[in-house]
Antibody, heavy 121, light 111 residues
């Protein structure tokens, strides 16, 4: 069974930083592209960032470009999201999601349960 | 404003069929067969329902089907059941710098 477990969320002041982690099990982690998707309270889903299987290439939503950095450690089956210069509008549940495997590389096959990030003074 | 446009809500009675639309542009839905759909219950993570417009992952009921015409994709749920009541999101690959874009979500109510 596939498990993606996010951690690292919490309350942070505007302008602050936070690092999210996502530990994967039940999949060959290095065979999957990975994304972060967020959901603000009462709102819809928003794709945030993507990293290729090897970590060689990354992509970001315009709303976080230059502030967030996605990375991965395939030896530890773990995905990361470094979030700097946080704003109130970054408040959301952050999900990690695996892309690819036997399904499409452009679909989110597996999801974690999410970790809540609250940016407030 | 979401990149893909979905109706805010749809409803149907048990046993009926409903269709949710997802309208994009010639840069995303219209350009590629990389539309996927997700079901989400309140307070829960999304569940993967459809990929590449028409394909169902293993374990997803065949009551769920997808299609596409031009810049609009569709999710059809047949034989509506009470536990189909949830939010549904479409998503597409886009050749813009955004990479992946979601619809705003549709709340399905089973009457």
């Amino acid at each position: 069974e596939v498990h993606l477990l996010e951690s690292g969320g919490g309350l942070v002041q505007p302008g602050g930083s936070l690092r999210l982690s996502c530990a994967a099990s039940g999949i060959t982690f290095s065979h999957y592209g990975m994304s972060w998707v967020r959901q603000a309270p009462g709102k819809g889903l928003e794709w945030v960032s993507f990293i290729t299987e090897s970590g060689a290439s990354t992509k970001y939503a315009d709303s976080v470009k230059g502030r967030f950095t996605i990375s991965r450690d395939n030896s530890k089956n773990t995905l990361f999201l470094q979030m700097n210069t946080l704003r109130a509008e970054d408040t959301a549940v952050y999900y990690c999601a695996a892309m690819g495997g036997s399904q499409s590389v452009y679909a989110f096959s597996y999801w974690g349960q999410g970790t809540l990030v609250t940016v407030s003074s | 404003q979401s990149a893909l446009t979905q109706p805010a809500s749809v409803s149907g009675s048990p046993g009926q069929s409903i269709t949710i639309s997802c309208t994009g542009t010639s840069s995303d839905v219209g350009a590629y067969n990389y539309v996927s759909w997700y079901q989400q219950y309140p307070g829960k993570a999304p569940k993967f329902m459809i990929y590449e417009v028409t394909n169902r992952p293993s374990g997803v009921s065949d009551r769920f089907s997808g299609s596409k015409s031009g810049n609009t994709a569709f999710l059809t749920i047949s034989g509506l059941q009470a536990d189909d009541e949830a939010d549904y999101y479409c998503c597409s690959y886009t050749r813009t710098t955004t990479y992946m874009v979601f619809g705003g979500g549709t709340k399905l109510t089973v009457l």
